[in-house]
């Protein structure tokens, strides 16, 4: 079965840290991972796609990196702002006639003051 | 582009009756997609549309769920008796599939509360 899981559930830190989520998937076979960022009472924006060729990409002070050999991809938030505080979904989707979406749980950022 | 509108923003509606939520997805794209979205569950795929036709409706949970899309920009999502399980967020997203390796544009959801 397709499964997308993501850690933490949940993540505190202060203004101006780092962070690294993670993102672990069974999904196969594989065709590309996407990043979204979901802010209060809005729906999902894509930040990153990464291909099974890519290790890492970056948008911003966004990194994701993807190790498709062990099927894990990391997204990275560097120097963060109150504005990353959202939820971070990792999205898998396979190839095949009827290509087909897996959707990790998220994990939600807060950063403090 | 104003992107995916979904309509109402919220709906509050008693058991057994009928909801309907809009979507008009972003012009050019081929592919609609519903979405349910809870805190337990995440993200559930309720069906998707590919140039209007009903691809994958294998998400929708029972016979009291329809959804029609009878053009290429809108698209109906229909519960119909409602119950309080049905309470979550809706969220409509489209696409152009087959490019931008398959990226979704999500509306701004329908939060629907069934009491």
């Known amino acids: 079965k397709n499964q997308v899981e993501q850690s933490p559930q949940s993540l505190i830190i202060l203004e101006g840290k780092n962070c690294t989520l993670q993102c672990n998937y069974t999904v196969s076979p594989f065709s590309n991972l996407r990043w979204y960022k979901q802010d209060t009472g809005r729906g999902p924006v894509s930040l990153t796609i990464m291909t099974f060729s890519e290790n890492t990409k970056s948008n911003g002070r966004y990194t994701a990196t993807l190790d498709a050999d062990t099927k894990q991809s990391s997204l990275h938030i560097t120097a963060s702002q109150l504005s990353d505080s959202a939820s971070y979904i990792c999205?898998?989707?396979?190839?095949?006639?009827?290509?087909?979406?897996?959707f990790g749980t998220g994990t939600r950022l807060q950063v403090t003051l | 582009d104003a992107g995916v509108i979904q309509s109402p923003r919220h709906e509050v509606t008693e058991m057994g009756q009928e909801v309907t939520l809009r979507c008009k997805p972003i012009?050019?794209?081929?592919?609609l997609f519903w979405y349910r979205q809870t805190m337990m569950r995440g993200l559930e795929l309720l069906i998707y549309f590919n140039n209007n036709v009903p691809i994958d409706d294998s998400g929708m949970p029972e016979d009291r769920f329809s959804a029609k899309m009878p053009n290429a920009s809108f698209s109906t999502l229909k519960i119909q008796p409602s119950e309080p399980r049905d309470s979550a967020v809706y969220f409509c997203?489209?696409?152009?599939?087959?490019?931008?390796?398959?990226?979704?544009?999500f509306g701004s959801g329908t939060q629907l509360s069934v009491l």
């Open positions: 997203a489209s696409s152009l599939w087959g490019s931008s390796g398959e990226k979704l544009f």
């Open positions: 999205v898998v989707t396979t190839t095949g006639t009827a290509s087909k979406l897996t």
């Open positions: 012009s050019g794209h081929n592919s």
